[in-house]
T-cell receptor, first 116, second 111 residues
Framework: DAGITQSPRHKVTETGTPVTLRCHQT?????MYWYRQDPGHGLRLIHY???????DKGEVSDGYSVSRSKTEDFLLTLESATSSQTSVYFC???????????????FGSGTQLSVL | DAKTTQPNSMESNEEEPVHLPCNHS???????IHWYRQLPSQGPEYVIH???SNVNNRMASLAIAEDRKSSTLILHRATLRDAAVYYC????????????FGDGTTLTVKP
């Protein structure tokens, strides 16, 4: 299994509070991604990173920010959580990113976030 | 962006073959076809991928139509542990992680 750790695994918070989710990898892969998955649906990309301090938006980036100060860590922050952000959040990594379309994505186990 | 279409659900009996279809009529010439599966309460895991030729690995086989507008994931002998949501995605040339995951096919395996 790829060395990907997401923390926390479960989080309950209140509307309006800031929340930070962490993804830590031990694979030294260049690309890291944050997805959200709502019940009965596939994954939607929030933000991704293609290197330290290099990030870009995905398809559902509103209300989220990210930071990557080290290769191994990718943080997802909800500045002011809303109930619509209740979801399961998955982190993924890939070695080289877009230049190798036959490359695999490796996923973490997910963080269940509930915003009350 | 090229999209994929999969049936919402399929059922299979244990130890029988399963053929999971995927349509991708707008695929471009450089798009790889990838399959992932997601077991309950877990993150997705890679199953198989291909470009033009059929592919086999220890988990499954991938049959790709000659015009590449459809593909089929084949599980040769389904087990109860194969019950999962299976996603067919196209890997774009610009950024692999920006691939679109649709809703997938929920496979139920009956004993």
């Amino acid at each position: 299994d790829a060395g990907i750790t997401q923390s926390p695994r479960h989080k309950v918070t209140e509307t309006g509070t800031p929340v930070t989710l962490r993804c830590h990898q031990t694979e030294n892969h260049r690309y890291m991604y944050w997805y959200r998955q709502d019940p009965g649906h596939g994954l939607r990309l929030i933000h991704y990173s293609y290197g330290v301090k290099d990030t870009d938006k995905g398809e559902v980036s509103d209300g989220y920010s990210v930071s990557r100060s080290k290769t191994e860590d990718f943080l997802l922050t909800l500045e002011s959580a809303t109930s619509s952000q209740t979801s399961v959040y998955f982190c993924a990594i890939s070695e080289r990113g877009g230049m190798a379309t036959n490359e695999k994505l490796f996923f973490g186990s997910g963080t269940q976030l509930s915003v009350l | 962006d090229a999209k994929t279409t999969q049936p919402n659900s399929m059922e299979s009996n244990e130890e029988e073959p399963v053929h999971l279809p995927c349509n991708h009529s707008t695929i471009s010439g450089t798009d790889y076809i990838h399959w992932y599966r997601q077991l309950p309460s877990q993150g997705p895991e890679y199953v198989i991928h291909g470009l033009t030729s059929n592919v086999n690995n220890r988990m499954a086989s991938l049959a790709i139509a000659e015009d590449r507008k459809s593909s089929t994931l084949i599980l040769h002998r389904a087990t109860l542990r194969d019950a999962a949501v299976y996603y067919c995605i196209l890997r774009e040339g610009t950024n692999a992680g920006k691939s679109t995951f649709g809703d997938g096919t929920t496979l139920t395996v009956k004993p």
